[in-house]
Structures are given as C-alpha cells and as structure tokens.
C-alpha cells in the first residue's frame, strides 16, 4: 500500500537533486531549512551546471545536515571548518562549483575566522547561510546575529551583546556578491543562487529563517507562519543598500535585496598571475596550462549555456501536454488568487508568493485549499504581537499547529518527521 511519503517521493520534482532515500527529513515543522533546499535545488536545475560538478559542504548544525539531503558529492563537516574544507575542494579540483551550505552559528560563530578570510582572498565558493538566530541544535544559545533583547537559553534575560550584520561583515572582508533575503522570499533566494553558482568570486547570501523550536517559542513568538508573517511585514527590499544600513533589531525591519555585486580576480585567478610571472606562459596547474584551462572553461560554459536553454524550454512543454487533458477547468477564470492574503510579498509578484502550484487541473481543488491556509494566518496575525507572551497552549502546541497551514506537498514530508528530529540531531553533535 503506497503512503504519503512514497507518493510524494515519486512525484516530486526535485527527486534529481534531492535524496528522496533520506525523507522525511529531521527539520521541525515551521522551520525555515527545508524551503531554503528546495530553492538550492530549484536554483541548481536552473543553472545548467553540470550536477556531477556541484560538491555541497555543511558544517555542524541542523542546518549542516543539508549535505545528507543533496543529490550531489557532499561532505558533513566539523563544526565551522566548511569554509576551509570547501576551500581545499576547490583549490584540488577548479573545475568543480563549490557550495558551502550551514548555519550562522556555524559561519560567523566557531568559523567566523575562516569565514572572513575566504571572503578577503575571494575565494570562488558560494556560501548559503542559514540565519535563525540561535544555535538550533544544541538547544537555542546565544548566537553571533542574535538580535540584542532576545532570549536565549545563555541569556535567559535578554541578549546583551552587540550582534553582527553578516551583509557587513563580509562586504568589510571583501565578498564580491552579497544579498540577503527570508525563508519567505523562495523565489528570490532561487535566483540569487542561480546567479552565485553562475559567477566567479565570493558569493554569500544570508537567508533569514524561523527556528520555531527554539528561538520563536523561547521569545513567545508563535510558530513559524507568525514568523512569516513577520517576514511579510518588516521585510524592506533595497537592492544596492548601503551594508551599514543592514542590523537587524529584534523582531524589527528586515533590509532585504541583493547589496554588492562587484568583479575582481578570484584567488586562483591572483595566483595564476602570480605564477605566470615566476614562471612564464609555460605554467601549469594540474598538468594545464592556463590557454588549455580557459578553453575547457569556455567549453563548460557552452554547455551550461545549452542546458539552461534546454530547462527554460521544458516547462513550457511540460505546460502545453498538462493543459490537454484539462480543457473544462478554464484555468483563468477560476483563479482568485489566494495570494489576497497578508502573505502577498511586497517584493514579489503575488503568483510567486509562497510556492504556488502551477499545474491546471489542480486550480479548482487547490484553491480552496489555500484559502483555507490562508484563514489561520491572518488569524494568528492578528493575534500575535511581537514580545507578547502567547497563550500558553499555543506555544506548547506550536509544532502542532503549524501542520495545518503548510502545503498538501510539504505536509506529506513534514508529518512522521517532528519526534525523530531531535533525537537523531543529537548523533552527530
Ligand atoms: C567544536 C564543536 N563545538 C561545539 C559543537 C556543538 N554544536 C553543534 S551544532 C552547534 C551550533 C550550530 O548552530 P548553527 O550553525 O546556527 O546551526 P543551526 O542548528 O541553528 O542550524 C554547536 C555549538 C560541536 N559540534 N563542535
Ligand atoms: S531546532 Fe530549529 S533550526 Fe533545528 S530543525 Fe528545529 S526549527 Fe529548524
Ligand atoms: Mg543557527
């Protein structure tokens, strides 16, 4: 007999690029992790880079456990050394496209260090930061982005530290593309994976996420649409802002956008130039000469450049066989966007607002079904001021009571997950 799970392992469309062996995976319900993955991979099938190509490396956290769920080489690290692993990736293989994929406690925490130098030396890596805030897996301590008055299991009366702005503090080290965006801004965070996989240089782009186990239930936050809904609220898109202007206060205004894109020689770009000059034309770098490594470059690029054309082509055939079938549903008419609620983001167009489905014959019982998503969220708006104490059942309840309000899709994955997650995060502390 086939469950939820299994049907929706065989339908899903990121089958390729996730291991649908590994789900349901250990992420609590509400947590921001699971749609930053789906971006990732979204964002990679759009890219066109060769898959065998992407090597994906997490440090230590719930956040490290991303490379266990990618379809890609991967390695779990130690706690903060993704940075220097990934670095060492890259420097034995160029030709490969380096991820960095963990938590701020992970980065700008234990590996703060290695953090801020691979972004001086602009190391060619992309580097995907969770930021919840806290340090989920050890149970909620301080962090270095905790917002100052938040409560932490270390500062149980309130964060008294000065926190970091991580778009500041790498623009300061000299990341060569920055951007930061929410767990509620999917579509966006695709895009700016899609263009940091598709670039040379440091890429960082920090993604702001509810961690409702620990963080929001501690500061009786609600759950993690509350969350969203405060993202929907505080968010403030400014491409280009100034990195000075990018702290974030507690439960305050969200600077959001892409902030720095700039060129300059990557590390081993640097030091090619280095060698030639030591060296002369006849330079080499693992048996390749730089005319040899620029051809098989441009080569690579051809490629990438043929498959991206090949995935923009796809789904509008994929399109045109869906609508066949469905001739009666008259998708047009019969679309009141649920997107009239609060969540309509003001920085995307009301159609990407939320991972909406495409797909025509699911419009008539898809509609109502968000409608009713949408119910409890203005409900729980209205009902949760920041920093006021929540009922208590709720905040007891909160896991409980984000199931209802998350996708059909997501539902199935999240539902077995939430008793099994913290005991197996424990194993690999
Ligand atoms: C050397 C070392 N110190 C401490 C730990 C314990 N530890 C594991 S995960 C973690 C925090 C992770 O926080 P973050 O990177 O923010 O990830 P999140 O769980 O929030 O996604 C800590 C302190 C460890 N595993 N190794
Ligand atoms: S503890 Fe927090 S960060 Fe970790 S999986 Fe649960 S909600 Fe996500
Ligand atoms: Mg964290």
Known sequence: MSTDIEKFKAGSPMASTLRMDRMPHIWCP???????????????????????????VSGIGCTGR????????????????????ATGIKLANPELTVVV??????????????????????????????????????GGQVTPTTPGSAVASTTPYGNY???????????????????????????????????????????????????????????RLGDGVDQLQNYQDNSILKHGADTRETAIDYQGKIVVGKFVEKSKPTYLEASDKCCIKLV????????????????EEKAEKERIAARRAAMQAEPEAQEETAAEPAKAPAPKAAAP???????????????????????????KTAAPARKAAAKPVKKAAAKAPARKAAPKAKVLAGTKKTAPK????????????????????????
């Open 30 to 56: 509400g947590c921001g992790i699971g749609s930053e993955v789906n971006s990732f991979a979204e964002a990679v099938k759009r890219s066109g880079v060769d898959p065998k190509k992407i090597v994906v």
């Open 66 to 85: 991303v490379a266990g769920y990618v379809n890609f080489d991967s390695i779990h690290t130690t706690h903060g050394r993704a940075i220097p692993v």
């Open 101 to 138: 994929f963990s938590g701020e406690g992970d980065l700008a925490g234990i590996g703060g260090n290695h953090l801020i130098h691979a972004a001086r030396r602009n190391m060619d890596l992309v580097v995907i930061c969770n930021n919840n805030f806290t340090y989920g897996m050890t």
């Open 161 to 219: 530290e000065y926190p970091f702005s991580l778009p500041l503090l790498m623009d300061a080290a000299g990341a060569t593309y920055i951007a930061r965006w929410t767990s509620l801004h999917s579509r966006n965070v695709t895009q700016s994976i899609e263009e940091a996989l598709l670039r040379k240089g440091f890429s960082f782009i920090e993604v702001i996420s509810p961690c409702p186990t620990l963080y929001l239930r501690r500061n």
């Open 280 to 295: 002369g034309d006849d330079y080499q770098l693992y048996g390749k000469t730089i005319p040899e490594r620029e051809a």
């Open 337 to 363: 966007r649920a997107a009239k609620t609060k969540f309509q983001s003001k920085v995307m167009p009301a159609k990407q607002a939320l991972a909406g489905t495409k797909k025509a014959p699911a419009k």
């Open 406 to 429: 998350i996708s059909a899709k997501t539902k199935a994955v999240a539902k077995p997950a939430p008793k099994k997650t913290r005991n197996s995060s424990s194993q690999s502390r």
